[in-house]
């Protein structure tokens, strides 16, 4: 699967990238603005937000709408598709691997993801059988928890996990369930909250911009 993707270069070639993997129904130009808020300069970040494909959602009516995955039930733990969700994960895996093939050294590419993003980049990050420079997780659910296969070039990939306290979309135990099932995995993870809905705040993207900055 190909997908379309927004753009971002620094003004000089670039020697690291982010890939930001957008929500349910949203799209890549959602994150755009995170160019400018985190002011990675002088790192030379380039910035790759795709789409997601539009697929019908069995939880919003079978609506056609962008999603990495199908949603089949808003239970706790959410029944998804997996198989799909597992392809949207290889279509990242092939957007990291254009990026090697471009000269980027694989240490240097960071995933992140926001809630249906955020489960896509889990899997994504951690199953990429090369060593990659961090994933980050926002609002999210490790959906493939269960029967994930980790690739052991990740196996100490720093990991940045992120919620909002008043989430009434993907409730925070579901970040907290998360994080304790990376620990058990063996994985370094921060774990960071914020009295916030679903969404992003100011403060949120400052602890990410210094996390990242540490990485690049």
Not at 15 to 35: Q, R
Not at 195 to 214: A, R, T, Y
Request: hydrophobic share 40%; aromatic share 6%.
């Amino acid at each position: 699967m190909q997908l379309e993707v927004i753009k971002h270069d620094p003004s000089e070639p670039a020697d690291a990238v982010i890939i930001w993997l957008h929500g349910l129904g949203a799209s890549g130009n959602d994150f755009v603005p995170m160019v400018e808020h985190l002011n990675l300069a002088p790192a030379r970040v380039r910035f790759l937000f795709p789409h997601a494909p539009r697929l019908p959602v069995t939880i919003n009516q079978g609506m056609v709408m962008p999603a990495w995955y199908d949603i089949t039930a808003m239970t706790i733990d959410r029944e998804i598709d997996a198989t799909q969700l597992r392809a949207s994960a290889a279509a990242i895996h092939q957007m990291i691997d254009e990026q090697i093939e471009q000269g980027i050294d694989s240490k240097r590419i960071i995933i992140a993801g926001f809630s249906q993003g955020g489960a896509v980049g889990y899997e994504a990050a951690l199953t990429y059988p090369k060593p990659l420079g961090g994933l980050m997780a926002h609002s999210t659910y490790f959906a493939t928890q269960g029967d994930i296969k980790p690739a052991e070039a990740n196996r100490s990939l720093p990991i940045l996990v992120q919620h909002g306290t008043q989430d009434p979309v993907v409730p925070e135990t579901l970040g907290q369930r998360a994080v304790a099932h990376l620990k058990e995995m063996g994985y370094e993870v921060t774990y960071q909250t914020y009295p916030m809905p679903h969404s992003l705040c100011m403060e949120q993207v400052e602890d990410m911009q210094k996390w990242l900055i540490e990485r690049l």
